[in-house]
């Protein structure tokens, strides 16, 4: 895992050029996984810190889950003070493996409402 330093508070990701298909799809297999990627991609690369997303989960299993997303290179987070700042990888991840997150998303049904 690799660490940009030009960016501190970075957390160690693995390269554009590592992602593995195998990380990735076991990484988005996981339905509270696959909701943190389709929420991050609905916001269209704007940064979300960790408790901006309504999960029904403890704060460790969530903390859990975003490693898991960020080791498989799907996510990138850095630390802006106490908080930790997500972000979609998508460009990465269409370079690697082109079309493979438009597929998935477009089969995540929609959240229901209230």
């Known amino acids: ?3 940009d ?4 508070g970075l957390l160690p990701e693995p390269a554009a050029a590592e992602l593995e ?6 990484a988005l297999a996981d ?6 990627v389709a929420d991050l991609a609905a ?4 940064e979300l810190n960790c408790l901006s997303f309504d999960l029904p989960i403890t704060k460790s299993t969530m ?3 975003f490693r898991v997303l960020r080791e498989a290179g799907l996510i990138r987070q850095h630390r802006r003070g106490t908080s930790k700042m997500n972000t979609l990888r998508a460009a990465d991840l269409a370079e690697r493996f082109p079309g493979l997150l438009e597929s998935v998303l477009a089969a995540v049904p929609a959240a229901p409402v209230g």
């Not at 339905?31 to 943190?36: Q, T």
């Not at 916001?43 to 704007?46: I, N, Q």
């Open 21 to 26: 298909l195998v990380r990735v799809l076991h």
């Open 5 to 8: 330093q030009d960016c501190p």
């Open 1 to 3: 895992m690799a660490i």
């Open 63 to 65: 903390t859990h889950h």
């Open 43 to 46: 916001v269209g690369g704007v």
């Open 31 to 36: 339905p509270i996984r696959l909701r943190i």
